[in-house]
Protein backbone atom coordinates (compact mmCIF):
# COMPACT_ATOMS: atom_id res chain seq x y z
CA UNK A 1 0.00 0.00 0.00
CA UNK A 2 1.80 3.88 -0.95
CA UNK A 3 1.69 5.96 1.93
CA UNK A 4 -1.35 8.03 0.05
CA UNK A 5 -3.29 4.86 -0.05
CA UNK A 6 -2.64 5.10 4.10
CA UNK A 7 -3.43 8.01 4.86
CA UNK A 8 -7.14 7.52 3.12
CA UNK A 9 -7.49 4.42 4.40
CA UNK A 10 -6.57 5.15 7.83
CA UNK A 11 -9.21 8.22 8.07
CA UNK A 12 -11.85 5.74 6.75
CA UNK A 13 -11.95 2.27 7.30
CA UNK A 14 -11.45 2.84 11.33
CA UNK A 15 -13.26 0.16 13.37
CA UNK A 16 -17.04 1.15 14.41
CA UNK A 17 -17.41 1.52 17.93
CA UNK A 18 -20.88 0.73 19.38
CA UNK A 19 -22.34 3.54 21.47
CA UNK A 20 -25.71 3.00 24.21
CA UNK A 21 -28.61 4.12 22.61
CA UNK A 22 -30.05 7.54 23.68
CA UNK A 23 -32.48 6.63 26.52
CA UNK A 24 -34.07 10.05 27.09
CA UNK A 25 -35.21 11.64 30.02
CA UNK A 26 -37.70 13.73 31.59
CA UNK A 27 -38.04 17.12 30.14
CA UNK A 28 -36.68 19.59 32.03
CA UNK A 29 -38.11 23.01 31.24
CA UNK A 30 -35.69 25.11 33.07
CA UNK A 31 -32.89 24.01 30.86
CA UNK A 32 -35.07 24.01 27.19
CA UNK A 33 -36.32 28.20 28.17
CA UNK A 34 -32.36 28.78 29.28
CA UNK A 35 -31.62 27.94 25.56
CA UNK A 36 -30.33 30.92 23.56
CA UNK A 37 -29.31 31.65 19.79
CA UNK A 38 -26.82 34.28 18.92
CA UNK A 39 -27.81 34.79 15.46
CA UNK A 40 -25.18 37.38 14.66
CA UNK A 41 -22.33 35.29 16.61
CA UNK A 42 -23.52 32.27 15.08
CA UNK A 43 -24.01 33.49 11.61
CA UNK A 44 -19.96 35.34 12.15
CA UNK A 45 -18.80 31.68 12.99
CA UNK A 46 -20.32 29.78 10.52
CA UNK A 47 -18.99 31.93 7.65
CA UNK A 48 -15.79 30.89 8.82
CA UNK A 49 -15.82 27.49 7.62
CA UNK A 50 -16.40 28.10 2.97
CA UNK A 51 -13.86 31.27 3.40
CA UNK A 52 -10.87 28.57 4.67
CA UNK A 53 -8.67 27.12 2.33
CA UNK A 54 -9.71 23.69 2.17
CA UNK A 55 -7.82 20.03 2.58
CA UNK A 56 -5.85 18.93 -0.34
CA UNK A 57 -4.30 16.15 -2.41
CA UNK A 58 -4.55 12.86 -0.37
CA UNK A 59 -6.10 14.44 2.61
CA UNK A 60 -9.49 15.91 0.46
CA UNK A 61 -9.65 12.11 -0.33
CA UNK A 62 -10.01 10.71 2.79
CA UNK A 63 -12.23 13.89 3.66
CA UNK A 64 -14.40 12.75 0.81
CA UNK A 65 -14.05 9.10 1.22
CA UNK A 66 -15.31 9.59 4.88
CA UNK A 67 -18.26 11.75 3.67
CA UNK A 68 -19.56 8.81 0.99
CA UNK A 69 -19.44 6.27 3.94
CA UNK A 70 -21.87 8.97 5.54
CA UNK A 71 -24.44 9.56 3.01
CA UNK A 72 -27.87 8.50 3.42
CA UNK A 73 -28.41 7.66 -0.04
CA UNK A 74 -32.14 9.08 -0.66
CA UNK A 75 -35.17 8.67 -3.06
CA UNK A 76 -38.21 10.58 -2.02
CA UNK A 77 -39.88 11.38 -5.35
CA UNK A 78 -43.40 10.64 -6.15
CA UNK A 79 -42.63 8.68 -8.96
CA UNK A 80 -40.31 5.88 -7.58
CA UNK A 81 -40.81 2.67 -8.67
CA UNK A 82 -39.04 -0.54 -7.57
CA UNK A 83 -36.36 -0.67 -10.50
CA UNK A 84 -35.27 2.98 -9.55
CA UNK A 85 -35.30 1.91 -6.17
CA UNK A 86 -33.14 -0.99 -7.20
CA UNK A 87 -30.81 0.79 -8.89
CA UNK A 88 -30.37 3.35 -6.62
CA UNK A 89 -29.44 0.55 -4.16
CA UNK A 90 -27.01 -0.96 -6.04
CA UNK A 91 -25.34 2.51 -6.34
CA UNK A 92 -25.16 2.31 -2.66
CA UNK A 93 -23.00 -1.08 -2.60
CA UNK A 94 -20.91 0.50 -4.80
CA UNK A 95 -20.97 3.98 -4.31
CA UNK A 96 -17.37 5.01 -6.19
CA UNK A 97 -16.53 3.40 -10.01
CA UNK A 98 -14.32 0.33 -8.57
CA UNK A 99 -11.23 1.55 -10.25
CA UNK A 100 -11.67 4.50 -8.36
CA UNK A 101 -11.57 2.94 -5.32
CA UNK A 102 -8.98 0.83 -6.14
CA UNK A 103 -6.53 3.66 -6.86
CA UNK A 104 -7.60 4.80 -2.99
CA UNK A 105 -7.53 1.99 -1.71
CA UNK A 106 -10.90 1.91 -0.48
CA UNK A 107 -12.56 -0.99 -2.51
CA UNK A 108 -15.40 -1.63 -0.17
CA UNK A 109 -16.55 1.75 0.75
CA UNK A 110 -20.22 2.05 1.07
CA UNK A 111 -22.54 4.39 2.01
CA UNK A 112 -24.57 4.81 5.48
CA UNK A 113 -27.64 3.84 4.58
CA UNK A 114 -30.15 4.13 2.00
CA UNK A 115 -33.98 6.36 2.47
CA UNK A 116 -37.11 5.60 0.87
CA UNK A 117 -41.12 6.13 1.26
CA UNK A 118 -42.62 3.25 3.09
CA UNK A 119 -43.70 1.84 -0.13
CA UNK A 120 -40.51 0.94 -1.34
CA UNK A 121 -38.80 -0.31 1.59
CA UNK A 122 -39.49 -3.99 1.01
CA UNK A 123 -37.78 -3.19 -2.20
CA UNK A 124 -34.63 -1.70 -1.09
CA UNK A 125 -34.56 -4.28 1.93
CA UNK A 126 -34.32 -6.80 -0.58
CA UNK A 127 -31.73 -5.17 -3.16
CA UNK A 128 -29.64 -4.46 -0.26
CA UNK A 129 -29.59 -8.24 1.30
CA UNK A 130 -26.37 -9.27 2.46
CA UNK A 131 -24.37 -5.71 2.26
CA UNK A 132 -25.00 -4.22 6.04
CA UNK A 133 -26.30 -1.06 4.66
CA UNK A 134 -29.74 -0.19 6.62
CA UNK A 135 -32.91 0.92 4.97
CA UNK A 136 -34.15 4.41 6.37
CA UNK A 137 -37.62 5.26 5.92
CA UNK A 138 -39.30 8.61 6.52
CA UNK A 139 -42.48 8.89 8.11
CA UNK A 140 -45.37 10.04 10.42
CA UNK A 141 -46.81 12.09 7.53
CA UNK A 142 -44.06 13.02 6.27
CA UNK A 143 -43.25 16.08 4.94
CA UNK A 144 -46.00 18.06 6.30
CA UNK A 145 -46.47 15.78 9.24
CA UNK A 146 -50.28 16.82 10.03
CA UNK A 147 -51.93 13.46 9.76
CA UNK A 148 -53.84 12.15 12.71
CA UNK A 149 -51.31 11.25 15.24
CA UNK A 150 -52.82 7.41 15.53
CA UNK A 151 -52.27 7.19 11.73
CA UNK A 152 -48.78 8.62 12.51
CA UNK A 153 -47.84 5.96 15.08
CA UNK A 154 -49.48 3.32 12.85
CA UNK A 155 -47.01 4.23 9.81
CA UNK A 156 -44.05 3.91 11.69
CA UNK A 157 -45.02 0.50 12.75
CA UNK A 158 -45.67 -0.88 9.76
CA UNK A 159 -42.32 0.84 8.30
CA UNK A 160 -40.38 -1.07 11.36
CA UNK A 161 -42.45 -4.47 10.59
CA UNK A 162 -41.81 -4.23 6.92
CA UNK A 163 -37.95 -4.24 7.27
CA UNK A 164 -36.94 -0.42 8.26
CA UNK A 165 -33.90 -0.06 10.61
CA UNK A 166 -34.13 3.33 11.20
CA UNK A 167 -36.84 5.85 10.62
CA UNK A 168 -36.98 9.45 10.14
CA UNK A 169 -39.53 11.72 11.39
CA UNK A 170 -41.30 15.00 11.04
CA UNK A 171 -42.33 17.09 14.16
CA UNK A 172 -45.19 19.09 14.24
CA UNK A 173 -43.99 22.31 13.19
CA UNK A 174 -46.72 23.64 15.50
CA UNK A 175 -46.02 22.94 18.73
CA UNK A 176 -42.91 24.75 18.15
CA UNK A 177 -44.03 27.76 16.76
CA UNK A 178 -46.50 27.76 20.02
CA UNK A 179 -44.27 26.87 22.65
CA UNK A 180 -45.59 23.86 23.57
CA UNK A 181 -42.61 22.19 24.23
CA UNK A 182 -44.47 19.76 26.47
CA UNK A 183 -46.71 18.82 23.31
CA UNK A 184 -43.28 18.35 21.49
CA UNK A 185 -42.17 16.19 23.55
CA UNK A 186 -45.10 13.52 24.30
CA UNK A 187 -45.24 13.31 20.60
CA UNK A 188 -41.34 12.22 19.96
CA UNK A 189 -41.22 10.23 23.11
CA UNK A 190 -44.62 8.40 21.39
CA UNK A 191 -42.66 7.99 18.11
CA UNK A 192 -39.40 6.51 19.69
CA UNK A 193 -41.69 4.01 21.75
CA UNK A 194 -43.00 3.24 18.50
CA UNK A 195 -39.82 2.35 16.73
CA UNK A 196 -38.67 -0.13 19.21
CA UNK A 197 -35.57 -1.47 18.15
CA UNK A 198 -35.18 1.13 15.43
CA UNK A 199 -33.20 4.11 15.51
CA UNK A 200 -35.50 7.29 14.97
CA UNK A 201 -34.48 10.43 12.94
CA UNK A 202 -36.20 13.47 14.48
CA UNK A 203 -36.29 16.01 11.39
CA UNK A 204 -37.11 19.55 12.92
CA UNK A 205 -37.94 21.15 9.83
CA UNK A 206 -35.65 23.97 10.70
CA UNK A 207 -36.43 26.38 7.83
CA UNK A 208 -40.20 26.61 9.19
CA UNK A 209 -39.12 27.20 12.95
CA UNK A 210 -39.30 31.11 12.57
CA UNK A 211 -35.74 31.39 14.57
CA UNK A 212 -32.13 29.64 15.74
CA UNK A 213 -33.58 30.31 18.91
CA UNK A 214 -36.63 27.70 18.21
CA UNK A 215 -34.17 25.58 16.44
CA UNK A 216 -32.22 24.97 19.79
CA UNK A 217 -35.04 24.50 21.91
CA UNK A 218 -36.78 22.09 19.91
CA UNK A 219 -33.08 20.08 19.72
CA UNK A 220 -32.87 19.83 23.51
CA UNK A 221 -36.79 18.49 23.37
CA UNK A 222 -35.97 15.71 20.93
CA UNK A 223 -33.30 14.94 22.41
CA UNK A 224 -34.71 14.84 25.73
CA UNK A 225 -37.72 12.66 24.42
CA UNK A 226 -35.00 9.96 22.94
CA UNK A 227 -34.16 10.91 19.81
CA UNK A 228 -31.24 8.91 17.81
CA UNK A 229 -30.52 11.81 15.72
CA UNK A 230 -31.45 15.37 14.80
CA UNK A 231 -31.90 16.31 11.27
CA UNK A 232 -32.28 19.53 9.54
CA UNK A 233 -35.02 18.83 7.28
CA UNK A 234 -37.08 17.19 5.03
CA UNK A 235 -35.36 18.59 1.94
CA UNK A 236 -39.02 19.78 0.64
CA UNK A 237 -38.82 22.75 2.20
CA UNK A 238 -37.98 26.65 1.03
CA UNK A 239 -34.95 26.40 3.27
CA UNK A 240 -33.29 23.19 4.22
CA UNK A 241 -29.99 22.40 5.58
CA UNK A 242 -27.74 25.47 6.65
CA UNK A 243 -24.33 26.11 8.19
CA UNK A 244 -25.81 28.43 10.95
CA UNK A 245 -29.12 26.21 11.69
CA UNK A 246 -25.91 22.89 11.97
CA UNK A 247 -24.23 25.61 14.75
CA UNK A 248 -27.05 26.08 16.43
CA UNK A 249 -28.04 21.76 16.44
CA UNK A 250 -24.81 20.16 17.00
CA UNK A 251 -24.13 22.35 19.92
CA UNK A 252 -27.04 21.68 21.70
CA UNK A 253 -26.18 18.12 20.47
CA UNK A 254 -22.85 19.06 22.65
CA UNK A 255 -24.52 20.50 25.59
CA UNK A 256 -26.68 17.33 25.62
CA UNK A 257 -23.66 14.95 25.83
CA UNK A 258 -21.79 16.92 28.43
CA UNK A 259 -24.95 16.88 30.69
CA UNK A 260 -26.35 12.91 30.18
CA UNK A 261 -23.49 11.20 28.85
CA UNK A 262 -24.97 10.13 25.78
CA UNK A 263 -23.95 10.63 22.37
CA UNK A 264 -26.80 11.49 19.67
CA UNK A 265 -26.56 11.93 15.93
CA UNK A 266 -26.51 14.89 13.42
CA UNK A 267 -28.03 14.86 9.74
CA UNK A 268 -28.79 17.80 7.49
CA UNK A 269 -30.56 17.43 4.91
CA UNK A 270 -31.47 19.18 1.49
CA UNK A 271 -29.65 21.11 -0.69
CA UNK A 272 -26.06 19.88 0.15
CA UNK A 273 -25.29 18.96 -3.43
CA UNK A 274 -21.04 19.45 -4.14
CA UNK A 275 -18.41 17.86 -2.39
CA UNK A 276 -17.02 21.02 -1.56
CA UNK A 277 -20.45 21.25 0.94
CA UNK A 278 -19.70 18.26 2.60
CA UNK A 279 -16.05 19.14 3.33
CA UNK A 280 -17.84 22.19 5.18
CA UNK A 281 -20.14 19.94 7.49
CA UNK A 282 -17.42 17.18 8.30
CA UNK A 283 -14.79 20.46 9.12
CA UNK A 284 -17.94 21.92 11.47
CA UNK A 285 -18.76 19.03 13.08
CA UNK A 286 -14.88 17.75 13.86
CA UNK A 287 -14.02 21.08 15.60
CA UNK A 288 -17.54 21.23 17.46
CA UNK A 289 -18.12 17.72 18.27
CA UNK A 290 -14.84 15.94 17.76
CA UNK A 291 -13.64 12.92 15.39
CA UNK A 292 -16.63 10.20 17.41
CA UNK A 293 -19.37 11.69 15.53
CA UNK A 294 -17.20 11.52 12.30
CA UNK A 295 -18.87 8.17 11.41
CA UNK A 296 -21.69 6.89 9.96
CA UNK A 297 -23.64 6.00 13.42
CA UNK A 298 -23.74 9.62 14.64
CA UNK A 299 -23.19 11.55 11.04
CA UNK A 300 -25.57 11.01 7.88
CA UNK A 301 -25.63 13.88 4.70
CA UNK A 302 -29.36 13.25 4.13
CA UNK A 303 -28.45 13.79 0.25
CA UNK A 304 -29.15 12.13 -3.44
CA UNK A 305 -27.01 14.14 -5.93
CA UNK A 306 -23.98 14.93 -3.48
CA UNK A 307 -22.60 11.27 -4.54
CA UNK A 308 -22.26 12.19 -7.83
CA UNK A 309 -20.13 15.23 -7.22
CA UNK A 310 -18.12 13.54 -4.75
CA UNK A 311 -17.18 10.29 -7.51
CA UNK A 312 -16.34 13.34 -10.11
CA UNK A 313 -13.77 14.77 -7.50
CA UNK A 314 -12.28 11.26 -6.63
CA UNK A 315 -11.53 10.77 -10.43
CA UNK A 316 -9.86 14.24 -10.82
CA UNK A 317 -8.05 13.49 -7.32
CA UNK A 318 -7.01 9.85 -9.28
CA UNK A 319 -6.64 10.75 -12.91
CA UNK A 320 -5.94 14.63 -12.81
CA UNK A 321 -9.23 15.18 -14.95
CA UNK A 322 -12.51 16.03 -14.25
CA UNK A 323 -15.29 14.03 -15.76
CA UNK A 324 -18.86 15.10 -17.19
CA UNK A 325 -21.04 15.10 -14.12
CA UNK A 326 -23.67 12.43 -16.27
CA UNK A 327 -20.85 9.98 -15.85
CA UNK A 328 -21.80 9.80 -12.73
CA UNK A 329 -25.35 8.91 -12.49
CA UNK A 330 -27.18 7.39 -9.36
CA UNK A 331 -29.22 4.70 -10.89
Avoid at 166 to 184: A, F, T, Y
Avoid at 233 to 253: D, F, Q
Wanted: hydrophobic content about 45%.
Amino acid sequence: MTPSETTITAAVQLPQLHEARNPGMDLDMDWVMRARANRSAIERRAATLPGRRSVKKDYQAAWLARAVSCIDLTTLAGDDTVGRVARLCAKARHPVRADLLDAIGLPDLKVGAVCVYHDMIEAAVAALEGSGIPVAAVSTGFPAGLSPMHLRIAEIEESVKAGAAEIDIVISRRKVLSGDWQGLYDEMKAFREACGEAHVKAILATGELGTLQNVARASLVCMMAGADFIKTSTGKESVNATLPVSLVMIRAIREYHQRTGYRVGYKPAGGISKAKDSLNYLALIKEELGDRWLRPDLFRFGASSLLGDIERQLEHHVTGAYSASWRHAMG
